[in-house]
């Protein structure tokens, strides 16, 4: 998609693409905040055994983990 200069459009061209997104925006379905919000509180829950960002990397599984110390003389 080729990408577009916004400051270069006339006003007529850059209401046209305002009212474009406009329609595609106003066809979404809308849910309520306090519905995603349980809905995406229920999959993180459901994950969390698996979740290393939660649960931590095991040392011997861990492919950062520093492999020798730092020496100085």
Known sequence: M???N?????DKD???MEVNQ???EVKLERWLTSKCCEE???YIQA????DTLVKGISE?????KEKGGCVVC
């Not at 916004?6 to 006339?10: F, K, S, Y």
């Open 40 to 42: 995406i509180k229920d």
């Open 2 to 4: 080729p990408v577009i």
């Open 60 to 64: 011997e599984k861990n492919p950062f």
């Open 6 to 10: 916004v400051e270069d459009l006339t």
């Open 14 to 16: 850059r209401a046209l």
């Open 47 to 50: 994950g969390v055994e698996e």
């Open 22 to 24: 406009l329609k595609v």
